[in-house]
């Protein structure tokens, strides 16, 4: 049977179960949510206590009364304390998830920002929500992903999602879109042009797409070009419902009814290359519409004769699963849907440098724990369990992105991470007790000299000059290929913001955002001593009338040049650390969670605000130059080459015209406290950032900023090696599902490669995905494993020999 054929029978067999007619020309289908933030303008108790428990209870009453009827959930932060707290509820919710009808639209605790946190925090999201399932007897293992409500999403999501075994996926908001109250603008300016939005729709006219990763992972996708609620007002009439508070009145009359899905089909119908259309119902914590299943019976009923558009319930997986018996008519894109906001890769850097910190605490303590005695590892382990817990929930994309107002910050989400913090500190004294106090190696310094205010050091790799005349800026960087600065560099730039947490103010109508003051306009005192090895410059300027602490760090045998600074932003200001730079690049290299991208150097605005996890690389023939972050991934490329990171950012409420508020972006923060920001500059040989090392580099800063000594985290790197230099072992864990231990690897290109353990030799291996679900046997051969990686990320199971003290 021709392919043709057999995804015409799949269609047949699917519209049956569901029960569409087989002559029906258009199908508008909707699922019905109700979208949980864990804690944005509440804390999860008053959310919990508030809207959650009537939520699922109406749900679930309202499952039991219409039998053919589906509830989504997008993810199980609050199910997890219903069925802690509601135990009678127990046996219905495990009937109706096992049997599909409470359904799962992926697995996660919470509902994952995918451009700031670590690939293995989101990984650990996902996995750690199927565990908690299985533990319980929840069979649900769902192949679609939905992100309501993200900001912009990593291009390589599809990568991510192919690497947990998700198939399918579902985002609203993405660059150039629309949505409502966010702009004063005219609905109909939308999309912008430029934008992804514009281009699926106007270019590919599809909300429906074969979204392709850099590694070449697919998923099918599907996009809410008119937001995830589009459909909560089917029964109503009126502006809208949130948070279970109607601004109208119920109208469930069979014309209203009628009239509503008329206008979905119009919206939708010039967006569907397929019969199939997706109206999604899901407002923030709303309630699910009483006898929805009805409603729809009704219309059918009385109306399909009329429209030849049948509408039926159902959840989204059903959706993509038909759209997907037509998947050659889609297009088939590299999508990378940035920059939807930009201020929140930088707002509250405190929730992103704890992120950072604690991931890479985690990660080593994981790798020593496999080493240690078996004492030490159950020691260990509830530490371990509790601060993956807190992290895999700070993922959340109000919570990450630091877009919840102060209370909800100061009472709940940074407590939340000073105690996962703590925890894997603790994980980290039961493996290595002795380590952790260290002392740095010592090593020659590099050659120094000032004279007249201008610091001149010379390292193996690179000359510098650091001139206080010019706000104790890097004045030249100068290696074998050639000086790579065009001006004053690591020059700290103060630029008026009247955005918010969630956007910069040249973002919307009516906003601003320009530069008031840069260090390098006045002179700055240089402060220079030796420690250990290395030479410590300290640069103490006052600039926008606050003072501001930058120390260079630059080591005799080091390739890099290591920052930090400290300071605290005055309100509505956007502070950046600036380094113009010769090189002509107009695109930018950097890495994001689950593989590595090319950005130009401006989409939309200007300047352009990129998400980078740790990078951001510049290069041309020969030469290149890279700047490492330890904390906020936010960077731009200038027009005249120079590359930009924010360091601070204390912007407030979104407000237009100097007065008027962004309705729909209600929450506010004053984060005008002193932050300390960890960075570093290293030249480059020209190669793209895969095959110089670069991430690995990366990593020693994030080290250094987590307090982690060399000695300790080359320890934890020997625990699992790989032949292959490209290839990164990404993360050595005990295994949740199964024998034995994961292993993740992260590569940019295909290889293969073989593992091997330090404890011994591994008896036996296997591909499995990120929810460690086995799919393949490896060959072990002399005691290592032999292990085909073809994505940007592979998980491998490996199994210690008989007599190996694990697990």
Known sequence: MSAVALAADLEAGLRARLGIPADARQVLMFAETSHWDPNWLYTSEEYFERRVVHVLNAALDELAREEQRVFSIESLFFVRLYWERRPARRPALRRLVNDGRLRLTGTGLTSPDTLLPTAEAILRDFLLGQEWLRERGLTAEPHLAYFPDDFGHSPALPSLLRAMGYDQAAVTRIDGAYFVACDYRRERDFPLPGSSAHALTHEHRSADFVWRGPDGAEVLCHWNPFTYFQGDMLAYVGIIRWMGRLVGAPWRTSRHVARRLDSYVRQLAPLARTPYLFCPIGCDFNDPIPGLHVLLTRHNRDHYERTGAWAVLAGLDDYLDLVGCHRPRLPVLELDPNPAWMGFYSSRPEAKQRCNR???????????????????????????????????????????????????????????????????????????????????????????????????????AYELVIDERVGGCLTSLRTAAGELLAGPANDLVVYHDTGGLWRHGHEYRGGAFREVEAASRGPAALEVHEEAGVVVVTVRSVLDGRPFVRRLFVAGDGATVRFQLTGSARRRRTITCRFPSTLPARTLEMDVPGGVVTRARQKLYAPTFWPARTTAHLRDHGRGLALFMGGPASVALGESGELECVALRNACREVAFGLLPVLAHPAAGDDGGEHTFDYALAPTDGRDLASAGLLARARVVLDQAAGLPRELTARADAVVTCDRPEVTVSAVKAAHRGEGLVVRLQSARPARVRLRLATGAVDAAALCDARERDLASLVVENGAALVPVTGAITSVRLVPRAGIPYP
């Open 358 to 460: 604690i991931g890479r605490k985690l990660d080593v303590a994981e790798r020593l724990a496999v080493a240690a005695p078996a004492e030490a590892r159950r020691a260990a382990a509830p530490a371990l369990a509790g601060a993956w817990d807190l992290l895999a929930i700070a993922n959340h994309h109000d919570f990450i992105t630091g877009t919840s107002p102060d209370r909800v910050w100061l009472a709940e989400q940074l407590p939340w991470l000073e105690r996962a913090e703590r925890l894997a500190h603790e994980a980290l004294g039961h493996v290595t007790p002795a380590l952790l106090a260290a002392p740095p190696p010592s090593a020659p310094a590099p050659r120094w000299s000032l004279r007249r205010g201008r610091l001149h050091v010379e390292t193996d």
